[in-house]
């Protein structure tokens, strides 16, 4: 009993933590308030799914820009869905990394492109390392 | 009449249950919406390609209430799916995006999505989606009761039922509205909208030809509604029904102009929402008028030239049968036999409909007029409505078969290819252009329920029933023109909905004056019913015709067109003789009886048909050559010709009772 305690409390500070640094917003909140019974797991399913689906768009962002010239139109829209499957989940420093990179496609801005990309990546491994480490401990098992 | 419930099921625990599609190519999202929407108490079917979407939309016409789609997908637009729903299908869609600038949502209104979510979408926003279907329905009864309404008998009112109707913030009053509705007439409920509402226009054939023609005259870029309106010169018209016309009529070209090959077909069908003018239309319109004018197998041939422009249009060259996708429309058994909308699936983008389904709504009505005049004119028409941009041409030859004088008969085969047979239409009234047409049918048709002449009846039929397209609020088609037609009750007992719509076709066609009934297939259409009526249409074109004229050659229009629709002419066999034997279910109406009703496909090809198959009687009745070319697009129109000729033939005479007096088949250039 006062193992589980321990752990839900861990487990409830690992999560504040991620709010506090500004890796989750609300978004995350209504995730888990649509978990239900019926789907116990829904949150940890979807960020599942959206970490399988964003890493395809991450690597096939990095060999555009590694093309010359630049495509922005393409990184524009490439970046979108993947602006788009961030903000499902709540992942805010992401997605404000995102729109980031966005504006500087739209101005053209190649090198800024590159130095948004650079720390979107930094911070999405870090949020994805983070909620694995949170769902281990959150569900046993899974 | 009954029919339409059980398409839609309202229960009471509407909106619980409601059953939403929902695509989008990010998974995650998907995921995410499909939980919400089951937390809504909605019945979720989640898709992650447009093309699949639509593939399921189509398979399963009144599966769906709602469709939800996100604007950024690889396969397809967004808003190219959009379209397609609302032409192909008239179901209300969302939009949604992460993208919230103005240009985006702008766009979405313009094709028509009933609503825009910006990403991230919050249950909140879910919960109250109900709200589109309802009003969609409600819109369609709207239309449905306008075109009743000018037929004074059926009205039933019932004030309670609309006024709860009205508040949808009352569930409860609008459940229990809903289901009666669904249950009842809907023109009970159709008068009491009417009467709590604002006088909708029904764009018959004729008024819808007349302001084809009025587009043509001014040159699509330049027709506004003020000139349009002083062009038409029609008495207690607004400015506002003429703007929202044009609306449709523009997204309908616009449609036709973009729409890819394959959505030809859907044209037909989708043309609920709001009338994809295209030249088939305009073409279906006059045809099926002329056609049904002539009481030959006009409205058969109407609704293949229809459905065959339609298809031409909407460019659904995929489409061996064209009609299968209007076998939506046709087919009564969906119950939701959108006239309106079937038809012109690909025609306008999102919510065109064609007025007439059956009947080239495209036509202005001029053009219809012309159709009895002369084939020419129709062809003009066509071109002109083409102009815009219709890529294709699909619709511009479509327009241009109707157009030709010589080739009256060959409406039919013109928009099919030039196969349609000209039905000699002796357009007396006008043709039933695909959305216009058919509510002009149908106003045209109830009002003329005291002509008794079988011909009458038939046009009025026709009218009525190019409108059943779903087209929510301008579409006055939605008035089955089936039942209008007093004159043709003989024929149109016959008719045997599969949808439902039988019954209402029967039933008016007793001699009701208002085509009531049909506007449970209306709501029900609201799904997927444009395809039912493209086909109907043509069936119903056929078998009017014209059993003595042979039209077979006229028929030509692939019989297929006919049958698909499901509507099979037997419903509008109003004379008897169901067309369907054309092998096909779809029209069997033609028959002789039905020259109007056939045309109330509102499917263009039935009016294609129809007309055609008038036509030919006149012109040549055995122009077989001309017939594959009805429905060119969407339909094997040659084999809903054939079939059309055949049913007509194998009927007998009494199916080509009708005396179109108004319409002059042989006009119609086919």
Known sequence: MERNQQLRRQLASMRQSLFDQGHLDEQFILLEELQDDANPNFVEEVVTLHYRDSARLITTIERALEKSPLDFNKLDGYMHQFKGSSTSIGAKKVKAESTQFREYCEAGNGEGCMKTFQLLKRDYATLRRKLEAYFQQALPGA | ?670
């Not at chain 2, 309106?340 to 219809?368: A, F, R, V």
């Not at chain 2, 009525?464 to 579409?475: D, M, Q, T």
């Not at chain 2, 084999?639 to 000729?645: F, G, N, V, Y």
């Open chain 2, 1 to 670: 009449m009954s029919t339409a419930s059980s398409s839609v099921t309202v229960s009471d625990q509407f909106p619980a249950g409601l059953r939403v599609l929902v695509v989008d190519d990010d998974p995650t999202c998907l995921r995410i919406l499909e939980k919400m929407l089951g937390t809504c108490l909605y019945e979720v079917t989640k898709c992650n390609r447009a093309e699949i979407a639509l593939d399921m939309l189509r398979t399963n016409k009144n599966g769906y209430d709602i469709v939800i789609s996100d604007v950024h997908m690889p396969d397809m637009d967004g808003f190219k799916l959009l379209e397609q729903v609302g032409l192909e299908m008239d179901l209300p869609v969302i939009m949604m995006s992460a993208d919230d600038s103005k240009q985006v949502v702008m766009k979405g209104v313009t094709h028509g999505a009933c609503d825009y979510l910006i990403k991230p979408v919050r249950i909140e926003a879910l919960k109250n989606i109900w709200q589109h279907v309802v009003r969609k329905r409600k819109n369609e009864w709207k239309d449905l009761e306008q075109s009743g309404s000018v037929e004074e008998g059926d009205r039933q009112p019932k004030p309670s039922e609309e006024a709860d109707y009205s508040s949808s913030a009352n569930e409860g009053n609008w459940r229990t509205s809903k289901r009666r509705k669904d249950e009842e007439e809907e023109i009970e409920e159709r008068d009491d909208t009417s009467t709590l509402k604002k006088p909708r226009v029904v764009w018959s054939v004729e008024l819808h030809q007349q302001f084809v023609s009025a587009v043509n005259q001014l040159g699509i870029d330049k027709a506004v509604p003020k000139k349009i309106l002083e062009l038409m010169n029609v008495p207690g018209l607004t400015r506002e029904n003429v703007a929202s016309h044009l609306q449709k009529y523009r997204l309908y070209l616009r449609r036709l102009s973009g729409v890819s090959p394959h959505q030809g077909n859907s044209f037909i069908s989708s043309h609920s929402q709001e009338p994809p003018y295209g030249s088939l239309s305009s073409l279906s319109g006059l045809d099926f008028q002329t056609l049904a004018a002539t009481g030959q197998i006009p409205a058969q041939s109407l609704a293949t030239l229809q459905a065959a422009g339609l298809a031409r249009s909407a460019a659904k060259p995929g489409l061996p049968m064209p009609l299968v996708d209007q076998r939506n429309i046709f087919s009564f058994d969906n119950q939701k036999l959108r006239f309106g909308e079937g038809q012109p699936q690909h025609m306008s983008s999102g919510k065109q409909m064609n007025l007439l389904h059956g009947i080239p709504t495209t036509m202005d009505s001029k053009q219809l007029v012309n159709l009895h005049h002369s084939a020419q004119s129709l062809g003009s028409l066509n071109m002109q409505a083409s102009a815009h941009g219709n890529p294709s041409g699909q619709s511009s030859p479509l327009l241009m078969q109707m157009a030709q004088p010589q080739s009256r008969g060959q409406i039919l085969t013109e928009t099919s290819g030039g196969q349609v047979p000209r039905l000699p239409t002796s357009v007396g009234h006008p043709i039933l252009s695909n959305g216009a047409a058919g509510a002009m049918l149908a106003i045209n048709g109830i009002g003329e329920n005291s002509r008794g002449t079988g011909y009458n009846s038939v046009s009025q039929t026709s009218s009525v029933l190019n409108f059943p397209l779903n087209h929510s609020a301008e579409l006055p088609g939605n008035s089955f023109p089936l039942g209008s037609t007093p004159g043709i009750s003989a024929g149109m007992s016959t008719l045997t909905t599969k949808g439902g719509f039988q019954e209402e076709i029967n039933s008016d066609i007793k001699g009701s004056g208002g085509f009531m009934p049909s506007y449970d297939i209306f709501n029900d259409l609201q799904q997927h019913k444009p395809h039912n009526w493209e086909l109907q249409n043509v069936g119903f074109a056929f078998d009017a015709s014209q059993h003595s004229n042979s039209l077979q050659a006229s028929v030509d229009v692939t019989p297929s067109v006919l049958v698909n629709q499901g509507y099979s002419s037997s419903q509008r066999n109003v004379q008897n003789s169901n067309v369907s034997a054309m092998g096909k279910p779809i029209f069997s109406v033609g028959e002789g009886s039905e020259h109007g009703i056939a045309l109330n496909v509102g499917q263009h090809l039935n009016s294609l048909l129809v007309d055609n198959s008038t036509r030919v009687k006149s012109e040549r009745v055995t122009d077989t050559s001309c017939q594959p070319t009805l429905l060119p697009q969407h339909f094997g129109q040659e084999d809903l010709m054939s079939a059309i000729l055949k049913q007509q033939d194998g009927l007998g005479p009494a199916e080509n009772d009708f005396e179109f007096d108004g319409y002059s088949l042989d006009n119609i250039p086919v």
